[in-house]
T-cell receptor, first 114, second 113 residues
Framework: NAGVTQTPKFRILKIGQSMTLQCAQD?????MYWYRQDPGMGLKLIYY???????DKGEVPNGYNVSRSTTEDFPLRLELAAPSQTSVYFC?????????????FGNGTRLTVT | GENVEQHPSTLSVQEGDSAVIKCTYS??????FPWYKQELGKGPQLIID?????GEKKDQRIAVTLNKTAKHFSLHITETQPEDSAVYFC????????????FGGGTRLMVKP
């Protein structure tokens, strides 16, 4: 039972480079989320999806894009990496939206932009 | 929107002592308050949650209390053990925010053997 799987675990990017953070879940959850975690700042929602083909912006979407072509996969795209995007990124999924439904998190991707 | 503040940011206790982490929230319509534990190198994991129609909930050595009037809730860990060392996050959910969770800034708990 893998749960939520994120790849890669670590990545170093140069300013202006692009990359895609991969996220897959095997729990047949409709809802999926991308958060970033900065020291002392908790978790900030970047984008979320309520099902295949449907995505929406969270609190901090600038500089990111997402797609949801299948229930299982929810990749996060960084087009022009900036130092401000240095962070730890977590993907999560849930059975229903937010309230009363636990979030299941992956183990994160630590991204450094230099 | 919702704002969740969490204190303290770091907490060090002796093994066997109790630990208390406190959170305040701003949106009086918030109705769900989960707590997550994040171990080193892992993603956060739900450890306990409480709904707004309940004042206290216990699960073995952990408990959460909620004061809706004052808009604050707390995590209590009794008889702490070294394996309780982790970062703990509180969160709040409000239908005003589409039932999305707003997280506190986290508390790093260190239990000294």
């Amino acid at each position: 039972n893998a749960g939520v799987t994120q790849t890669p675990k670590f990545r170093i990017l140069k300013i202006g480079q692009s990359m895609t953070l991969q996220c897959a879940q095997d729990m047949n959850h409709n809802y999926m989320y991308w958060y970033r975690q900065d020291p002392g700042m908790g978790l900030k929602l970047i984008y979320y999806s309520v099902g295949a083909g449907i995505t929406d912006k969270g609190e901090v979407p600038n500089g990111y894009n997402v797609s949801r072509s299948t229930t299982e996969d929810f990749p996060l795209r960084l087009e022009l990496a900036a130092p401000s995007q240095t962070s730890v990124y977590f993907c999560a999924s849930s059975k229903i939206r937010g309230a009363f439904s636990p979030l299941h998190f992956g183990n994160g991707t630590r991204l450094t932009v230099t | 929107g919702e704002n969740v503040e969490q204190h303290p940011s770091t907490l060090s206790v002796q093994e066997g002592d109790s630990a208390v982490i406190k959170c305040t929230y701003s949106d009086s319509a918030s109705n769900y308050f989960p707590w997550y534990k994040q171990e080193l190198g892992k993603g956060p994991q739900l450890i306990i949650d409480i709904r707004s129609n309940v004042g206290e909930k216990k699960d073995q050595r952990i408990a959460v209390t909620l004061n809706k009037t004052a808009k604050h809730f707390s995590l209590h860990i009794t008889e702490t053990q070294p394996e309780d060392s982790a970062v703990y996050f509180c969160a709040a959910s409000s239908h005003n925010a589409g039932n999305m969770l707003t997280f506190g800034g986290g508390t790093r708990l260190m239990v000294k053997p």
